[in-house]
């Protein structure tokens, strides 16, 4: 009887711990979310938008296949090594994870929803854990840092895939716990696929001069992002 009411007491102590963090989850929430600055909405709505990043993508392709020249095979090994990092880090977040937890968006949250600051009434889907812009972007950012290794580039990246977190928290789509879920998934995937295709290949050098290219197209799209904002706002 005793054991019985022991185990009950730690059940009791867990379920308030986790009650703890999920207020603390939607107080931080509350603190990053919105702003009063008309052109900072604009830019996060750029930057959040997942078109905004077909240049960097595009890059990175010209990247891979200004190093592998005519060799198909290791382009499409890499195409398709990115392609994977995406259906395991976001897709599977989206169809499966998110239906599954239920856990709703703060936007849609019954007990703090009235409280988010929306941005043209954006609020997203329903469910938000975890984050599949956390998990995709940084799933993409591990995956081409471990397969050309280049300082710069990997800061580069890496703060992209943190300015794309940034925004889902100040749209108030996302909490910060769904967020940092979607980090560490998105690391595990990306260092897995990356590890697959090791299997399949040896990774070459690639030249520093080339990824200045998605470097520079990272630059000039946050101008972009800065400019639209000021001529819409």
């Known amino acids: ?43 996060v709505m750029t930057l959040t938008n997942a078109k905004t990043w077909i240049p960097l993508y595009v890059s990175l392709l010209y990247v891979v296949t200004m190093t592998h020249q005519r060799n198909y095979r290791e382009i499409f090994l890499i195409i ?39 941005v043209d009434g954006y609020r997203g889907g ?9 998990s995709n972007t940084f799933s993409i950012t591990l995956f081409f840092s471990l397969l050309m290794r280049h300082r710069l580039f990997v800061v580069f990246m890496v703060t992209w895939s943190l300015i794309n977190c940034w925004t889902r928290l100040y749209l108030g789509v996302h909490y910060p716990g769904d967020i940092t879920v979607g980090l560490l998934w998105g690391a595990l995937m990306g260092y897995t696929v990356y590890r ?21 197209v990272l630059c000039l799209t946050y101008v972009y992002a800065i400019i639209h904002a000021f001529i819409v706002a």
């Open 80 to 118: 398709a090594a990115a392609g994977l990092c995406v259906l395991l880090a976001g897709s599977i977040d989206d169809c499966i994870v998110k239906p599954l937890v239920a856990r709703w968006r703060p936007t849609h949250d019954p007990e703090i929803g009235a409280l988010v600051d929306v």
């Open 1 to 43: 009887m005793a054991r019985r009411v022991g185990c009950q007491q730690r059940i009791l102590k867990s379920s308030d711990f986790m009650e703890e963090i999920i207020q603390f989850d939607k107080q931080l929430l509350l603190m990053l979310n919105g702003s009063d600055s008309t052109v900072l909405d604009y830019i």
């Open 126 to 134: 329903n469910y938000g854990f975890f984050s599949a812009h956390a």
């Open 196 to 216: 697959l295709y090791t299997r399949f290949t040896v990774p070459v050098r690639y030249e520093p001069r080339l990824l200045y290219v998605p470097i520079g």
